[in-house]
């Protein structure tokens, strides 16, 4: 799988993977730093993180086009230079909503500039001959890298922002923000039994017995806040990692930041025809169609997901469930699991042997250490389970492509839209589980609506919380479904792409995400006004449709990618 690619893949996975950490760190915590800030409904918070990533994912277009004009390189520096210092404004704890969106407008104009280049750049290396057979598995490779960043971006996260509460004494209770909020603006707006609730969090916080809860309301609220900046100046200072790396190493990647125009006037790159161009422009765009309904069902992620691991998630879970939400014990236990693959799979030579065993028994020793120090009980984060995806993604991603290579063995080969359309049906099949768990709950009975919990009690905590493997299994349905879908994607664009277009088709499929991270966005509607299984239902259908027509235009696809 590693083997007999160019170096330049690794300097760009590696720039790209520091970009992601910061760029994932800061969406772990994105819908709980809106709602902690600015107070503002749960189906408003998803208007803005709809924009926001539509911003983040149509602003490649404008990147796209300059990079095709200018150079690839100059615009990824470029869009590093204005991320940094996006994130060095948001992490400024003192500022009030204007700077907070100018903040998020600049972050997503550097990602604009930085993503869909950086793919281009990749898929420029593998335009030489004797890499170009391994520009899926390049992919693959490069799209681990992003998913190590993101595995340890909700740790880095949750991590700073509980630090940073202690110092004022204070710990996260999922409570409190929408209570605190209520309290301030009207305190009649909370019955007599979310008020009880609340002064009982808040005594428990505090160990004062007399306490205010207009002054406490406004205290958390700052050193919550606060707290999330601290995890918004980790993206910044994962960026300038990133920065230097894709500077140091230039060489490694240098031959392939060329323009095509200019490639294609020296003789160097051969033209299309006009109907071959019409013809990829067109499958592209028809390809652009379906992945947007993905987008929408996956970016749940960090918001109808995560406000279901908040809301209807319980928050305590046995020290056996905590080993994958602790992060020195998940990394112990990805030890041992390394160590007897090295021990089945690589067991040839004595240092895979050495390998294999070393890391078996460090593993089992601090996992042991860990588990023992657990209690019987112990609390969880709603935003670490958005580590769950990029550390499948890092697992499954072998498995993927073993599954892929078995039938290009049996010349059976997969075609990457084929690919596509598999993982629309299995997206739908994700939601599948949400619908049940939502529709049956813990005992029998349907997962209350928000709008219910909302009004009956003040806060947006259910009474009814289910398991934390209903989450757990939904990311790794979705996992699945991303795998068949979005490398084979960013390599299908790749290869289709006319030439002088490959910046700007590049941004086509980033602005194809952007659009369905904005309908994302939208969900967040009947989430707040509907019963769960019905929101989760809409998604499910989505996927469906989108999977049905992907196969509708399969022979057209085809034929473009051998135009």
Known sequence: MFKGHPKGLYVLALSNMGERFGYYTMLAIFTLFIEAKLGIPESEIGQVW?????????????????????????????????????????????????LLFSSLFIIALGTGFFKGNMVVLLGNLYEDPQYKKQQDTAFNIYYMGINVGAFFAPFAATGMRNLFLSFDKYYYDANIPRFAHNFIKDQSSLSADALAKFKQIAVQMTGNANIDLAAFSKSYLASLSGAYNMGFAIAAVAIVISFLIFLLFKKYYTHADYIHKKSTEAGAVAELTPKQTKDRIVALILVFITVIFFWMAFHQNGLVLTLFAKNYTSSHVSNLTYILFDLPALLSLIAVIMGIVFLILKSETVTSKIIGVVLMVVGA??????????????????????????????????????????FINKGKEISSPKKIG?????????????????????????????????????GSVSSMLVSPYWLISTYFTLTIAELFLSPMGLSFVAKVAPPKYKGLMQGGWLGATALGNYLSGVIAVPYANLQLWQTFSLLVLTSVISGVFIFSVLKRLNAATTS
């Open 50 to 98: 709809g924009i926001f990533l539509a911003a983040v994912y149509g602003l490649p277009i404008l990147g796209g086009l300059l990079a095709d004009r200018l150079g690839y390189g100059k615009i990824v520096v470029t869009g590093m230079i204005v991320m940094f210092l996006g994130y060095v404004l948001l992490s400024y704890p003192p500022a009030g909503t204007p």
């Open 365 to 406: 020793i601090v996992l042991y250490t860990r588990y023992i120090n657990f209690g019987v009980t112990n609390r969880i984060d709603p935003e670490t389970f958005q580590a769950f995806n990029p550390i499948f993604v890092v697992f499954l991603t072998p498995v993927i492509i073993a599954f892929f290579a078995s």
């Open 422 to 458: 598999i993982g629309m049906f299995i997206a739908a099949f994700a939601y599948v589980l949400m619908v049940v768990v939502a529709f049956i709950g813990k005992d029998g009975s349907a997962l209350d609506s928000p709008l219910l919990i909302k009004n009956s009690t003040g």
